[in-house]
């Protein structure tokens, strides 16, 4: 702002005064000489130069010395002269130590007051809610087949110590951002990283999260191929042969050797075969659908804002709320089958040596650690974070435990025979479990898109510094994520070994290792770090690395 000037010393007096309030100035800036700032213009048109944009200068006033027109209180006076004394107590008021006016004193009249919409503020069941549906996802439908990988009691075990472990990990994540966003700053946790490891943490972060978002855009396509092709077989057999009843055991099988066949699947009863020789080959679970899905997914994914796709977020909430009823329903016709007599040869396992890809499944079901800093970020009452994260790990451990659990106890046949996905132990034609494939691929269908965006704007942002370089980068990178997913759903179409290893992978970083070094670097900065939790969060970091390296000693 300009204030009127009449003489030399009207405009030392002025220059005095109109030092901006609440700045905060660098020594470099060559705009500002002797702790005010530079004036540029002839005669009475003075004009103050702006300063570098990353200076703060909310306020500014006009010289109460000044013949302006305007009429000042004593208190608006003696406020100026207050901020003016504190300016005085610094010996370098440049500094970004120097005594600023405290915003509560400064005069109403120097404020100016900006038409802002309200966002709101998020009360503590929704954040708990929201925390619940981000994790509940595509692992569910591996938690049967993981939990058996395990062993009954060994299982359980595990299922409390991924939940205590991932909960806190994911509660230091949460804190970690504490005191930047005191400063004014809204960080994520890999500027956290950055500040305490340096731009290769800061990298290291962002590798980790793009890699849970890449698996899950491969799980997403071999399960919606999944999805797709059993859906349609339904449709296809209705109108050819007509609705038939379930077997005795209410439409649950074991495949055979437990091999997935696009043609038949048998089961003690006999499944389904095709006897239209060009249907089969024309409508293949693995060699056609999922080349069938890119013409509606690639249009979909070069959609430039996913706003629309985010309209159908209920339909998450709608196929696990389904999914948990039709699992009652199934568990209560087929009754718990749980023998523990080791003589017999459907007896339940206490403990399997492989456990490790539940441990690995779990890292995934539990894996909140790269958006839980932006869900409880308008949370109404900060102080209340630690208490909802810890109800919302407790509603998803009883979830998934609940699917797990009760469908592995109610299985009717060997527990080996279950699937990794737990909806391929059931008859193509059973009516339930359609409707379920029906909702998972539609909300899927809605899902993808958005994994896609968010992970073209993490990998565009950190390379080339923008979102949207242009066209062609953007088609290129989804063309290389489609082949991706059609490669693993046409030759590994196993979600339960990718769910498991990306699980452990990015767990390894993002659940394991980044959050306890940055903790341990945050109290060492505060000269607060012992030798107890050093030990401690070491341990944590040793059970990641056991987590990943077992992943790949399971398979050799």
Sequence with gaps: ????????????????????????????????????????????????????????????????????????????????????YYN????????????????????????????????????????????????????LLSMPWAFGQAGFTLGLCLFILMAGITLYTSYRVMKSTEGFVSKGEVVEFSDVCAHYLGRPGEYLAVFFSLSAFL????????????????????????????????????????????????????????????????????????????????????????????????????????????LLIFISVKASQLGMHLDFNTSHSNHVFEAKSSFVAFTGTLSLAFYIHNAVVTIVRNQKYPENNGRDLTIAYICVTFTYMFVGIMFYSSFPFKKDCIQDNLLDNFLHTDTMAFVARLFLFMQMLTVFPLLVYIFRVQFMHSIFGKVFPSWKHVIALNMVLVGICLIFARFLPNIGEIISFTGAFCGLAYVFTLPCLVYMLSLKERGLLTKGIIALHAVLIVLGIGNFFGQILRQT
């Design 1 to 84: 702002m300009n204030g009127s000037v009449q003489s030399d010393t009207s405009a030392n007096k002025i220059e005095s005064e109109k030092s901006p309030l609440l700045d905060e100035r660098s020594t470099t800036d060559t705009n500002y000489q002797n702790g005010s700032p530079r004036r540029t213009g002839t005669g009475d048109q003075r004009q103050i130069t702006s300063p570098s944009s990353s200076f703060r200068r909310p306020v500014q006033y006009y010289s109460i010395n000044a013949d302006s027109g305007s009429s000042y209180d004593d208190t608006t006076i003696a406020a100026v002269n207050r901020y003016k």
């Design 215 to 322: 698996g899950a855009m491969i799980v997403y396509w071999v399960l919606m191929s999944n999805f797709l092709y059993n859906t349609v077989s339904f449709i296809h057999d209705i109108t050819t042969e007509g609705l038939k009843d379930n077997d005795t055991h209410h439409g649950v099988m074991c495949p055979l050797n437990g091999i997935k066949s696009s043609s038949s699947s048998v089961s003690n009863k006999t499944h389904h075969h095709h006897t239209d020789s060009t249907y089969s080959e024309m409508w293949d679970q693995y060699n056609t659908v999922p080349f069938y899905l890119m013409v509606v997914l690639v249009p979909l994914i070069h959609i430039k804002s996913p706003t629309f796709f985010t309209k159908f977020n209920a339909l998450g909430t709608i196929s696990v709320v389904y």
């Design 88 to 139: 005085k107590l610094t010996p370098n008021p440049n500094t970004h130590n120097a005594f600023v006016m405290p915003e509560h004193v400064v005069p109403n009249q120097f404020f100016i007051a900006l038409p802002v919409e309200q966002t709101g503020e998020q009360s503590s069941v929704i954040t708990i809610f929201s925390i619940w549906n981000t994790m509940l996802g595509t692992s």
